[in-house]
């Protein structure tokens, strides 16, 4: 590919990025909102966040844990906030997918580390991950309050938790795009419900 013709493909996935964003922005900002919210009082409250996800969502659960755990940026110098990104593990992972199947290997690290009164957030870009819908079952039994961040129509998980943020996309990277800008959105917001 040439210099030319690869400067017009970025153009052309930049001015989609933006359209996706100015399209969703209006319909689910306030479920972002709401989430951070949810997420504050849950902390607040003392209770924690588990994150889970599969590939470059699981990357994506531990982006937002090490935001909220460390900072998300200098200018807001405040305590540790509590969040853990399931299946960063190997040890875990590899035993209890051997042990019990992958598919069960989110619900045995929510089963150990989920209390009632935490959130679980599933990050999937289908909606129809069988471990993270497992995870989701073990966490309503647990009282635990469960919330997913999906793409393109949502999936089983839609439909399952209590809370959805869909990227209305059938791309993987554009709906990643858009979730990562959603994390970041609700670290900042989740710190200025938290410290003011």
């Known amino acids: 590919m ?24 209006e319909e689910i900002g306030p479920r972002v909102h709401d989430l951070a919210a949810v997420t504050a009082g849950v902390i607040g409250s003392g209770g924690k966040l588990l994150i889970a996800g599969n590939g470059g969502s699981a990357s994506d659960a531990s982006h937002f844990a090490a935001e909220m755990v460390v900072r998300l940026t200098a200018d807001r110098n405040r305590q540790a906030l509590p969040a853990i990104a399931l299946g960063m593990d190997p040890s875990v992972v590899t035993a209890a997918s051997n042990d019990f199947g992958f598919e069960n290997m989110f619900a045995r690290q929510t089963e150990a580390l989920g209390n009632k009164g935490d959130l679980l957030l599933v990050i999937s870009t289908s909606g129809n991950s069988a471990n993270l ?9 647990k009282g635990i309050l469960t919330a997913g961040l999906l793409g393109g129509n949502g999936g089983r998980l839609a439909e399952t ?11 993987t990277q554009r709906i990643q795009e858009e979730h990562i800008f959603i994390i970041h959105t609700l670290v900042e917001t989740i710190e200025a419900d938290l410290f003011g």
């Open 133 to 141: 819908l497992k995870a989701v079952t073990v966490a309503r039994e």
């Open 2 to 25: 040439k210099s030319d013709e690869f400067i017009s493909k970025l153009r052309r996935q930049a001015d989609e990025t933006s359209e996706l964003r100015r399209t969703w922005i």
């Open 161 to 171: 938790v209590d809370r959805s943020i869909i990227i209305p996309h059938t791309s």
